[in-house]
């Protein structure tokens, strides 16, 4: 891309330092004013599909903060249609740990903390295999089995066909490894924990807080390997910085929204955002 890595990162740091205190809506057009600026002005040249991409990112993080999830998957699915799969799901790791860290921060008291340890005890070792399966090996077909799993659950909830199971504590544990690894593998296993969480009944708040919660430690390790495995370089920081704008203005915009959203609407909207999710890995494989 033809974009001056150190200039914009300094431009988008100084501008948001600046402005940071000012109240949303102020702050909102002043973001917008500055990746206006990086796109158009003759000194930055910044491609188009960067600014979709912010776009897309954007939708995504509003979307997560609302329904507790979805945010890397959306992102994965339609950055994937630009970029390089490996290189979409590596991006979105850090779009997604400061999604994540962002609501862990702003719900902190509705963090169901035994519930995230439990599912975590499996899934930071799984998130590691996972993320080498992801480096050395073709991960398409478990995107494909996770879509129709995710599918058969959903109709299974909808026509209320599902039993009622009751998630112990190794069920949690179980759930976790296979969450983690998916994770790795993938880019994002929440869909696996929307399913277990959503067994639980819990409150909206204490759903989301936990998604996001128990998603940080599995963004860390990643992070950390996809850097290694140099996967993101110096010359993707300006897309970082794009897409953690995105994040903090989308996370931003949604949690006032969930505020206001009741918890009848929340549940269909998360059968929503699993049903849709599910058909785009499906048709992303297939087509």
């Given at each position: 891309?033809?974009?001056?890595?150190?200039?914009?990162?300094?431009?988008i740091?100084?501008?948001?330092?600046?402005?940071?205190?000012l109240?949303?809506?102020?702050?909102?057009?002043?973001?917008v004013?500055?990746c206006?600026?990086?796109?158009?002005?003759?000194?930055?040249?910044?491609?188009?599909m960067?600014?979709i991409?912010?776009?897309?990112?954007?939708?995504?993080?509003?979307?997560?903060a609302?329904?507790?999830?979805?945010?890397?998957l959306?992102?994965?699915?339609?950055?994937s249609?630009i970029?390089?799969?490996?290189?979409?799901?590596?991006?979105?790791?850090?779009?997604y740990?400061?999604?994540?860290?962002?609501?862990?921060?702003?719900?902190?008291?509705?963090?169901?903390?035994?519930?995230?340890?439990?599912?975590?005890?499996?899934?930071?070792?799984?998130?590691?295999?996972?993320?080498?399966?992801l480096?050395?090996?073709?991960?398409?077909?478990?995107?494909?089995?996770?879509?129709?799993?995710?599918?058969?659950y959903?109709c299974?909830?909808?026509?209320?066909?599902?039993?009622?199971?009751?998630?112990?504590?190794?069920?949690?544990?179980?759930?976790?490894?296979?969450?983690?690894?998916?994770?790795?593998?993938?880019?994002?296993?929440?869909?696996i924990?929307?399913?277990?969480?959503?067994?639980?009944?819990?409150p909206?708040?204490?759903?989301?807080?936990?998604?996001?919660?128990?998603?940080?430690?599995?963004?860390?390790?990643?992070?950390?390997?996809f850097?290694?495995?140099?996967?993101?370089?110096?010359?993707?920081?300006?897309?970082?910085?794009?897409?953690?704008?995105?994040?903090?203005?989308?996370?931003?915009?949604?949690?006032?929204?969930?505020?206001?959203?009741?918890?009848?609407?929340?549940?269909?909207?998360?059968?929503?955002?699993?049903?849709?999710?599910?058909?785009?890995?499906?048709?992303?494989?297939?087509?």
């Open positions: 891309m033809s974009i001056k890595t150190a200039d914009i990162s300094h431009k740091r100084f501008q948001c330092q600046t402005y940071s205190g109240p949303f809506n102020r702050l909102n057009i002043i973001c004013k500055i206006s600026d990086l796109i158009f002005t003759r000194e930055y040249q910044m491609d188009l960067l600014f991409l912010f776009i897309i990112a954007f939708f995504a993080a509003t979307i997560s609302i329904a507790g999830f979805g945010s890397a959306i992102l994965i699915s339609a950055s249609l970029f390089d799969i490996k290189w979409s799901i590596a991006m979105t790791t850090f779009f740990f400061y999604n994540t860290s962002f609501k862990s921060y702003h719900f902190r008291s509705h963090i169901n903390w035994p519930l995230v340890l439990k599912l975590s005890i499996l899934a930071v070792p799984g998130v590691f295999i996972g993320a080498y399966c480096l050395s090996m073709n991960t398409v077909w478990l995107s494909l089995g996770l879509g129709i799993m995710s599918l058969i959903l299974l909830d909808v026509f209320k066909r599902m039993p009622r199971i009751k998630v112990n504590d190794e069920m949690l544990v179980i759930s976790g490894f296979i969450y983690g690894f998916i994770s790795g593998a993938v880019g994002t296993g929440s869909l924990k929307a399913m277990v969480f959503k067994q639980i009944n819990m909206k708040e204490a759903f989301v807080a936990s998604m996001a919660a128990s998603a940080l430690p599995l963004n860390i390790i990643k992070m950390g390997m850097i290694s495995a140099s996967l993101v370089v110096m010359r993707d920081i300006p897309s970082i910085l794009i897409l953690l704008l995105a994040s903090h203005l989308g996370s931003l915009l949604g949690k006032r929204l969930l505020l206001r959203v009741p918890q009848e609407v929340f549940d269909i909207l998360v059968r929503l955002i699993l049903l849709v999710l599910s058909i785009s890995l499906i048709v992303g494989v297939l087509y």
